[in-house]
């Protein structure tokens, strides 16, 4: 899949969980979301993004399965995910402002804002 590099027209609520503090959507959509998927307009700041993107969301290969509960992946990155979180009940991410613990990075920043 070819990419085209043109500033990205969408934007999207998730992206929020992602930025660090004092960023905002917009800043970072002008500055950094410049490659865009050509099957559903989703914008990523890295080419690489895109692929894995295309790879995970649309052509959806499940190929690297679990084997503890035979869950099948798209990517090694997912399968590690899904092992530490399911498996290994790892939760790296720790709150500053209180004893919560979260298996993601997004998941922490959705527990601040809601919580703090």
Same mark, same amino acid.
């Given at each position: ?28 959509? +002008? ?6 998927? &050509? ?12 692929? +894995?993107?295309? /790879? ?19 990517? /090694? ?12 009940? &790892? /939760? ?25």
């Amino acid at each position: 899949m070819s990419t085209n590099q043109a500033p990205c027209p969408l934007s999207y609520a998730f992206d929020a969980l992602m930025l660090p503090p004092g960023v905002s959507i917009e800043k970072t959509k +002008r500055s950094k979301m410049t490659y865009t998927c &050509k099957l559903c307009g989703a914008c990523f700041a890295r080419n690489s993004n895109v692929k +894995r993107h295309v /790879k995970e969301v649309h052509v959806n290969l499940r190929i690297y399965e679990c084997e503890h509960c035979f869950s099948d992946f798209s990517t /090694k990155r997912n399968l590690l995910r899904h092992k530490q979180a399911v498996h290994e009940k &790892k /939760k790296p991410w720790s709150c500053d402002e209180c004893d919560y613990q979260g298996q993601e990075q997004w998941i922490l920043n959705s527990h601040k804002r809601r919580k703090h």
